[in-house]
């Protein structure tokens, strides 16, 4: 492909153009609503898609769906295309695959709890520092156990057996409080309620199916559904940014091609930086600047240039800015802010011409042939080729049926996890705790279902069945006297020392026995006392006793 293929976005005074090869260097689209962000979106995805480059899209209120059906009807879209003297418009269908985390609109979307990380994790439960310490614990502790943490039920699974030896693991990892795994665990059944579960589980997405193309040579246009999504905002927002660093870890480095292997736009991207901590932004921010290299662009499609942090603003080389609106403070903040992001234009003011910009009407900017910006132009965007609004039930259930990956992941799969071993419910194998990280797949970390998925089909008969590891063997193919699972994993304790022998019980006395005992100890006490008195003298009456005579008498005597 030739270093000059490029995607007309729109014109005015002089056409506009997005050059395929900074197709990488990341963009922003942003304005208010209802200015015609989501038509400049769907022209540039449809741009990419006909140069060959995979796009992933989310289509937060329906409209992009019908990107997969033919358009050029549009009156709008055919006024606007005579208005930029577009030779021979009309209507294309792209080729489209529909995603659906609930898997309603689309192929269900799927990952596992270990590939979302505690980070994530953290995040997408509001916990806080503390709570996000012992979830790091939690996480190690299955990870050394050999558990595998694949869906809900595992992790809830880990969370408990983990407060019940909360004790134990505070002298090896820190302080693990029951109360603040009671506190993960509610804001899990929040999480749960929500939905949020069916997100967690296998098979998980293989992201080699989102980065295809067509049999004529056009880039699939991955589409999520998130109209119900967006519901749960963090949810939203925390799937896009696992997306996005799923991207970033798998794709190789390939420096800078002459078109992008894979564009992702971000929709509603201030979900993203909403109360993020700052180790969540450094990590986006990091990831943005990096993930160049690999040929992967990143689209923020938002309302305020504001939403989107500084660190990350400045990575943004491709600009398209739609009307602001400067009704408060904030507003007129706003707009100059987005009029100085842009190299200035001498013909007009920026911040001026933001506030007065018709609907499919902004302000551009694009990096030219030395990768430099372009003085900001204003223009009227390109009307697309597909249809411009939703596709319908119809359309949408035949672009599923007739998808390459129609059946691969309806189905769901529940192989032996940590909640089948901590239950006692896996077909085998015991867990051990120890200082070394006990692994089942020789080091090697799984990714979702990368790797093949050890069975009791590869273990040879003769051979005895594997005691350590989550998954083990089945019962047939283990010898007769191999160790059941347990239905609850213990901390491994010293053993107990062998039990003292006792000296053996007194027989005790019989009842005639204790009576006389008690008799006998009776007039031993009453003689005491009497001669006590006898000596000594008591009561009122008394003259003192024996002793107190011949003490009076002796004194006598000297006297007289």
Known sequence: MSDDAEIFVGASDSDQYLLLKYGNRHGLVAGATGTGKTVTLQTLAEGFSAFGVPVFMADVKGDLSG????????????????????????????????????????????????????????????????????????????????????????????????????????????????QTIGTIQRALLTLQQQGGERFFGEPALDLKDMIRRDASGAGYL????????????????????????????????????????????????????????KALLDKIEQVVRLIRSKGVGVYFVTQSPLDIPESVLGQLSNRVQHALRAFTPRDQKAVKTAADTFRPNKKFSAADAIVELGVGEALVSFLDGKGVPTPVERCFIAPPQGRIGPATDAERAAVVKASPLAGKYERTVDRDSAYEVLTGRATGGQVRHDDGAATSNGGQRRRGQYGSVPSSVDVPPAAPTPTAGPWGGSPEAGPADAPRPQPRL?????????????????RSDTLGEAIAKSAARTVTNVAVREVTRAVLGGGRGSSGGLLGGLVRGVLGGLVK
């Open 490 to 506: 213990r901390e491994a304790q010293p053993p107990a020392p062998p039990p003292q022998a006792r000296a053996p019980a007194r």
């Open 222 to 277: 991955n589409v999520l559904a998130a109209d119900k999504l967006m519901q749960s905002p963090r949810l939203y927002s925390t799937f896009l940014l696992w997306l996005l660093s799923e991207l970033f870890q798998v794709m190789p480095e390939v420096g800078d091609p002459d078109r992008p292997k894979f564009v992702f736009f971000f929709d509603e991207a201030h979900l993203l930086f909403d109360d993020a901590p």
């Open 67 to 178: 990107i997969s059906q033919p358009g050029g009807d549009n009156p709008k879209a055919v006024e606007r295309a005579k208005l930029l003297k577009i030779e021979g418009y009309k209507g294309r269908s792209f080729p489209t695959i529909y995603w659906d985390l609930f898997g309603d609109k689309g192929h269900p979307v799927r990952t596992t709890v270990s590939e979302i990380g505690p980070v994530l994790m953290a995040r997408l439960l509001q916990l806080n520092d503390t709570q996000e310490g012992v979830l790091n614990i939690v996480f190690k502790v299955a990870d050394e156990q050999g558990l595998l943490l694949l869906d809900f039920k595992d992790l809830q699974a880990v969370l408990q057996w983990t407060a019940e030896n909360a004790g134990t693991l505070t002298t090896k990892y820190g302080n693990v409080s029951k």
